[in-house]
């Protein structure tokens, strides 16, 4: 039976087809496309025709409605017996436990990264950092017990507001320079969006977390994280984690039947 597990985040189609052949698992990369792109839904359609037929599906969605109906209207089109789930947040589902008083307003994707790191790190203190096209930074402890999270800008759209309201600051280039202080003005933006990133990870584990914290990173802007937090904890770049956390749903509720 093929089962598709799909995260539709604010830039970017992630999704996978789990078949035998192909289980989803932490080593897995997921497809995916930008939803920005003209011809985005022509390009999933087409992936998605040559795909094996679909018997049940598992969304997690955070962006506008009209791309998860555009993406309805296709798993319907292609798959029509398909049986269609979508995550919602909720204060404990099995071994996580939410700190957010209303479990409904945490984003579905950030949602399933934590469940995902469950099924991967349960028995450790861990941040979730999920570099998207926002940075989220979760703390949950060993056994499950969730802290509470940040939400920042992306190191992309902090380069953009910054561009988009000044004269001069320009929206691309630069290095990121750790072992001396930025002495241009390319330099100084790439750098100050990577270490605002960077410095609000260490800050969460620095002020909220036991001394003891590994961190399991996704997202597109995860490499540049992982490279410069990795010097203080242990890291691991899991590009499917969101997937992951759909499969934990999924296989929860296999089990009931
Ligand atoms: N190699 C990469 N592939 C895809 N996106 C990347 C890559 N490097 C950086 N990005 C950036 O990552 C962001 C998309 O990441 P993603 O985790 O898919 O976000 P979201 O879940 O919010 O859609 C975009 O801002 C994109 O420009
Ligand atoms: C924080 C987010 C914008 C991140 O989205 P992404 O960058 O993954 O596209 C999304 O998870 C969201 O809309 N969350 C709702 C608010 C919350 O989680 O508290």
Redesign the pocket.
Known sequence: MTILFI????????WHFETEAQPLTANTTPS?L?HHDTHWLDELQNAWAKAPFAKSCYISN??HINVLQQIDDVIHRLFPSCVTHRLTAQKQRHTLQLAYEHPAQMGA?RYAQLLGAQSLAADKNHLVI?????TTIDGVLTGGQHIGGLILP????MRKSLHEYTAKLPLEGGQITLERAPSNTTDALATAAHLASVGAAHEFAARYMPDDCDIIL??????DLARDLSRTHSVQIIPSL?LLGLKTVQLSEQDKL
Not at 7 to 14: A, H, L, Q
Not at 218 to 223: A, E, I, L, M, T
């Open positions: 995260d539709i985040g604010n830039t970017r189609i992630k995916a930008s955070v962006a994707d999920s570099a998207g096209t926002a992306s190191v992309d759209l996704c997202g597109g802007h995860s490499d969101c």
